[in-house]
C-alpha cells in the first residue's frame, strides 16, 4: 500500500541517493515542459502555414523533425549525472581579510 501511495521510492537501504532522485525528478519536469512548448510550437507554426500554402508533406516533415528533438530532448536525461558537490561538506569560509596576511 505504501508504494503506491508514495511520492518517491528508493530502491534501496542508501538515503544519500535522495538528492539524487529530486534533482533527476527536477531535470524530468525541465525537460517535460521544453518538449511540451517545442510540440505546441511546432504545431502553432505548421497549421497556419499548411492553410497558408505550405504542403502537407513538408508540413509532415517539419513536425516528424520535431518529433525526434523532444525525443532526442527526453533521452538526455538518461545521461543525467548530479552535480559534484552534493552530499559532501562545504569547505570552512577563510576569515574575511586573511588572504591579506600570508
Known amino acids: 500500500m505504501a508504494l503506491e501511495t508514495a511520492d518517491v521510492a528508493l530502491m534501496g537501504d542508501d538515503l544519500a541517493l535522495l538528492p539524487f532522485a529530486v ?28 492553410i497558408l500554402g505550405l504542403s502537407i508533406g513538408t508540413a509532415v516533415l517539419f513536425h516528424e523533425g520535431s518529433t525526434l528533438l523532444v525525443v532526442i530532448n527526453g533521452l538526455r536525461l538518461l545521461a543525467y549525472k548530479p552535480f559534484e558537490n552534493v552530499g559532501k561538506a562545504a569547505a570552512p569560509a577563510e576569515p574575511a581579510g586573511s588572504g591579506l596576511l600570508r
Open 23 to 50: 534533482g533527476l525528478s527536477r531535470s524530468t519536469s525541465r525537460a517535460i515542459k521544453q518538449n511540451l512548448w517545442v510540440s505546441l510550437g511546432v504545431v502553432a507554426v505548421l497549421i497556419p502555414a499548411t
